[in-house]
Structures are given as C-alpha cells and as structure tokens.
C-alpha cells in the first residue's frame, strides 16, 4: 500500500523511508524478544554479528529503573546514546508533553507529567 501511494505520488521518499525504518526498527524490536531457536538463520547471523539487537542486550532495558539501551535496532549505538544523555534530553523534551505513567523515577522532577496535556482536566 505505502509503494502505491509513493507511485501515485502520494507519498515522498523520505516519508516512504521514515516508513520502511519504522517498521524494521519493529521487527527487530520483536526479534530481540523471540526465542533464539525460533529465529531465522539470517537473523540469527545478523545478532551474531551485533548488527542487529539481540535478546540478551535488550533485556537490561527491561529492568528497573527502565532507563537504558533504548534504542532497539542495534546494539552498538546504546553505550553511545546513553553516554551523551541522549534519552534523558528526550525525555525532558516530550515527557512534559506526551507523559509518562510508568515511570516513577521521574516524579521527583519538576517537568513531570503523568498523562499527555491535552488529557489534564481544566
């Protein structure tokens, strides 16, 4: 469908692309949580050679406090990323925004919000 809008200049190339990384950036997500002998082999490689995430690098981000390794695509950009602040910036960014209901270890900051702005009750 996203290939028949692009023909039909529906959709630019850059949207077409934000698109296909999106979608692969979720299909690696799932990956990382699927059992390694259920992986194709490709995958499996592709984990092997730390192109791709795999389960056990995931997994720290599922563990309290829920605050690293972020990014779920690859696995050699989280020291990076988590090094510069890069999450805590986006958190500070959309939080007071979008709100975070899951993460207790962000009421104690000023910019904390629970749920989105546009959900508060006037």
Same mark, same amino acid.
């Given at each position: 469908?996203? *290939?028949?809008?692009? @023909? *039909? +200049?529906?959709? %630019? @190339?850059?949207?077409? /692309? #934000? =698109?296909c990384i999106g979608l692969l950036n979720q299909?690696?997500? !799932? #990956? %990382?949580? /699927?059992?390694?002998? $259920?992986?194709?082999?490709?995958? !499996?490689?592709?984990?092997? *050679? !730390?192109l791709i995430q795999d389960g056990r690098h995931h997994w720290v981000y599922h563990i309290s406090p829920h605050s690293t390794r972020y990014c779920v695509l690859t696995p050699w950009m989280n020291?990076?990323? +988590?090094?510069?602040?890069?999450? !805590?910036?986006?958190? $500070?960014?959309?939080?007071? =925004?979008?709100?975070?209901p899951r993460r207790n270890d962000l009421r104690?900051?000023?910019w904390y919000r629970p749920i989105a702005i546009w959900n508060c009750a006037n």
């Amino acid at each position: 469908m996203f *290939l028949l809008m692009f @023909w *039909l +200049d529906a959709l %630019s @190339w850059q949207v077409l /692309t #934000f =698109i296909c990384i999106g979608l692969l950036n979720q299909q690696v997500h !799932r #990956f %990382s949580h /699927t059992p390694q002998k $259920r992986l194709p082999g490709v995958v !499996r490689l592709l984990q092997r *050679l !730390r192109l791709i995430q795999d389960g056990r690098h995931h997994w720290v981000y599922h563990i309290s406090p829920h605050s690293t390794r972020y990014c779920v695509l690859t696995p050699w950009m989280n020291p990076m990323l +988590d090094r510069l602040g890069f999450w !805590r910036c986006l958190e $500070r960014l959309f939080v007071p =925004i979008f709100g975070a209901p899951r993460r207790n270890d962000l009421r104690v900051q000023p910019w904390y919000r629970p749920i989105a702005i546009w959900n508060c009750a006037n």
